[in-house]
């Protein structure tokens, strides 16, 4: 009876090069564009902030003094919505 087990493995690999196939593009984002790419494209931002700007003071408006669950906290998210 045998009690032990060896095991031997062997293979053979072949390097092969292939050509690039893709251009690779650096990506810098920023604050006052959304990102510029290194051959020179430009995303402009959404400025969402200066879009919801006016929205955002009203819910902080609302939501001043208010504990997070309470009912006051509710009320004042359920007049948001309506």
């Not at 060896?6 to 292939?18: D, G, K, Q, V």
């Not at 984002?29 to 051959?39: I, P």
Request: hydrophobic share 35%; with cysteine; charged share 25%.
């Amino acid at each position: 009876m045998a009690s032990d087990w060896y095991l031997s493995c062997n293979y053979e690999f072949h390097a092969i090069t292939t050509p690039k196939t893709t251009d690779v593009v650096g990506v810098d984002l920023g604050v006052k564009t959304l990102a510029t790419l290194s051959d020179g494209k430009v995303f402009e931002s959404v400025k969402s902030y200066r879009k919801f700007e006016a929205k955002l003071s009203r819910l902080q408006y609302h939501y001043r003094n208010k504990i997070v669950g309470s009912a006051n906290w509710k009320k004042a998210q359920l007049t948001e919505n309506s």
